[in-house]
């Protein structure tokens, strides 16, 4: 099956691709809608990257996608650390639930369209990622830098009180 579709993406040039979504602290940014992509090329195993050898090496128009093909194993932390190395946008497919006796057509269908499937790692996610996890810091800095003013303030007013007090007997 693992082959199959390997084989089948190959062919296609196509797939479905998940939406490229970062979320941080609550907030979510969709940075791209989920739907069909066409690819000018899909190499099989390609062997041109240094550290990673992926299920699927896909361009189109200058983009480049590594996919990886779940049956029987998802890819564990170390080949997600490689990946994200590599700096390509990764995903991988879940046919881990699909019958091994699948007939060629629903493997297809799984393959391009209908299977789980999820972003191992995409550069712009990371990216808007920290853009949130910076403003969000930036909040917590004008909230602290503000309650630090107010302590400041509030001592100040209460040695006052005290000078007052003192001068006052």
């Known amino acids: 099956m693992h082959k199959l579709a390997k084989e089948i993406v190959a062919t296609k040039c196509r797939l479905n691709l998940p939406e490229v979504r970062a979320e941080f602290n609550g907030e979510v940014v969709v940075l791209h809608k989920a739907g069909l992509v066409r690819f000018d090329s899909a190499v099989v195993e390609a062997q041109h990257l240094k550290t990673i050898v992926p299920d699927l090496y896909a361009q189109r128009a200058g983009h480049r996608l590594l ?3 779940y049956v029987t194993h998802a890819c ?4 997600r650390i490689e990946l994200k190395n590599q700096g390509i946008a990764a995903i991988e497919i879940d046919l881990s639930r699909l019958l091994r006796n699948s007939s060629r057509s629903d ?6 369209e209908k299977a789980g499937r999820h972003w191992l790692f995409h550069p712009k996610i990371d990216a ?3 853009a949130m996890r910076t403003r969000h810091q930036a909040k917590l800095d004008v909230q602290r830098l503000r309650f630090e003013k107010e302590v400041t ?3 100040q007013r ?3 009180g005290w000078v007052l007090i003192s001068d006052a007997q």
């Open 128 to 130: 808007e990622v920290e």
């Open 158 to 160: 209460y040695e006052l």
């Open 76 to 79: 564990d932390e170390l080949k």
């Open 153 to 155: 303030d509030c001592l």
């Open 107 to 112: 493997v297809e269908e799984a393959v391009l």
């Open 67 to 69: 996919v990886e093909i």
